[in-house]
């Protein structure tokens, strides 16, 4: 069973830095490439980030483009995501997802979504 399982969330201050890891299951972990996702109260899912299969192509949002860090191990079959300097609008449930090819913001290119990770960045 196809399966990624997110964790690291939680309640941080404005202006310090979380790391989400997503841990994979079930499928050729090396071979897919990975995003991360969030979905704040109310709002539509956005792209975050996205990391290509070998780690040789890597995409941000501008939302968080210089602050933010993805990253793979695929010896762990693990993705993270590092963002630094939290501001109240990170606030959100992130996603991790996979798509066989490099799908960068393209949602429908993603076809294994985890369930997601509460991060809260208070003020």
């Known amino acids: 069973q196809e399966q990624l399982v997110e964790s690291g969330g939680g309640l941080a201050q404005a202006g310090g830095s979380l790391r989400l890891s997503c841990a994979a299951s079930?499928?050729?972990?090396?071979?897919?490439?990975l995003g991360w996702w969030r979905q704040a109260l109310g709002k539509k899912r956005e792209f975050v980030a996205a990391?290509?299969?070998?780690?040789?192509?890597?995409y941000y949002a501008d939302s968080v483009k210089g602050r933010s860090t993805i990253s793979r191990d695929n010896a762990k079959n693990t993705v993270y995501l590092q963002i630094s300097n939290l501001k109240p609008e990170d606030t959100a449930v992130y996603y991790c997802?996979?798509?066989?090819?490099?799908?960068?913001?393209?949602?429908?290119?993603?076809?294994?979504w985890g369930q997601g990770t509460q991060v809260t960045v208070s003020s």
């Open positions: 990391i290509n299969y070998n780690s040789d192509t890597i």
């Open positions: 079930g499928f050729t972990f090396n071979t897919y490439a």
């Open positions: 997802a996979a798509s066989e090819l490099m799908s960068y913001d393209y949602m429908r290119g993603y076809t294994i």
